[in-house]
């Protein structure tokens, strides 16, 4: 079983940044790719981005260029910095990792993160 934490969020004014951070403990033998959802009031949950084993990235457009997402493999953790963050990126973010390796079965999800962005 692996579980995913996740801290840093809070309330900014538009043009600012936050940083999000993602712990996993458990079975880290099932954590390879490791990447951020989020979720706007009244929304599905979309694909912010996620990061490879090997240090790969991808970015959903509307972040592209803003946020960047990084790792720590010895502290088994991922982080999201997020710059010039708008009013449109006020969600709960989650951390989020597909089973990998040996494992098998669902995703693996945070509890998720407000983010609040104000104008």
């Known amino acids: 079983q692996v579980h995913l934490v996740e801290s840093g969020g809070g309330l900014v004014q538009a043009g600012g940044s936050l940083r999000l951070s993602c712990v996993a403990s458990?079975?880290?033998?099932?954590?390879?790719?490791m990447g951020w959802y989020r979720q706007a009031p009244g929304k599905g949950r979309e694909l912010v981005g996620h990061?490879?084993?090997?240090?790969?990235?991808y970015y959903a457009d509307s972040v592209k260029d803003r946020f960047t997402i990084s790792r720590d493999n010895a502290k088994n953790s991922v982080y999201l910095q997020m710059n010039s963050l708008k009013p449109e990126d006020t969600a709960v973010y989650f951390c989020?990792?597909?089973?990998?390796?040996?494992?098998?079965?669902?995703?693996?999800w945070g509890r998720g993160t407000q983010v609040t962005v104000s104008s």
């Open positions: 989020n990792s597909p089973p990998s390796g040996p494992c098998g079965g669902d995703d693996y």
């Open positions: 990061i490879t084993g090997a240090g790969s990235t």
């Open positions: 458990g079975d880290i033998i099932c954590i390879s790719t």
